[in-house]
């Protein structure tokens, strides 16, 4: 099993360009989520999806998009890409909740991106 | 709101000291997890909690959750090298977002 995979692990971006983030897991998982993460910050949510076809806002969403058309992948864009989004994002799933609790999150290596 | 707050930020200690983090919420919690994460490395889940006063072990950590639900520890007794990374508490919410604290980062001096 590979569990949660993250392409691509690394990526320059100039400002204004705009890229995907592709995000699969192989555990059958319901959840998938979205964080960045800066120095000092921890991990900040940007967007989750309770399953196929849904999404939702997290913590800081705005810039920002998401999709989930397979169960199995979670698709980040940033559609014009500033420096303030230079950051270490990651992805992560989970199985889905019993009793309000979403149980672990299982996350990817993550992806550094540069914002030029 | 939905924010827990991790202190400290950081701490230095010498290799056999111990070492304790802390998690405090102004709300009362559902659960709280705890993740470990390695300098370049993922977090990984260490632990969850959901019961009042819970406390549960894994060979040197302890943790545990408050009384109230709205704080939690994490001790590691006898810290070693192998120990350092940043530790984070995570918290569930309605609508099944996983909520993060900016972590303690651990260092530790041989």
């Known amino acids: 099993n590979a569990g949660v995979t993250q392409t691509p692990k690394f990526r320059v971006l100039k400002t204004g360009q705009s890229m995907t983030l592709l995000c699969a897991q192989d555990m059958n998982h319901e959840y998938m989520y979205w964080y960045r993460q800066d120095p000092g910050m921890g991990l900040r949510l940007i967007h989750y999806s309770v399953g196929e076809g849904t999404t939702a806002k997290g913590e800081v969403p705005d810039g920002y998009n998401v999709s989930r058309l397979k169960k199995q992948n979670f698709l980040l864009g940033l559609e014009s890409a500033a420096p303030s989004q230079t950051s270490v994002y990651f992805c992560a799933s989970s199985r889905e909740s019993s009793g309000g609790n979403t149980g672990e999150l299982f996350f990817g290596e993550g992806s550094r991106l540069t914002v030029l | 709101g939905q924010q827990v707050m991790q202190i400290p930020q950081y701490q230095h200690v010498q290799e056999g000291e111990d070492f304790t983090t802390y998690c405090n919420s102004s709300t009362t919690l559902s659960n709280i997890q705890w993740y470990k994460q390695r300098p370049g490395g993922h977090p990984v889940f260490l632990i969850q909690?959901?019961?009042?006063?819970e406390v549960k072990k894994q060979k040197r950590l302890t943790f545990q959750f408050g009384e109230a639900k709205k704080n939690s520890s994490l001790h590691i007794t006898a810290t070693q090298t192998t120990d350092v990374g940043t530790y984070f508490c995570a918290r569930n919410t309605g609508g099944f977002k996983t909520i993060f604290g900016a972590g303690t980062r651990l260092f530790v001096k041989a």
């Open positions: 909690l959901v019961k009042s006063g």
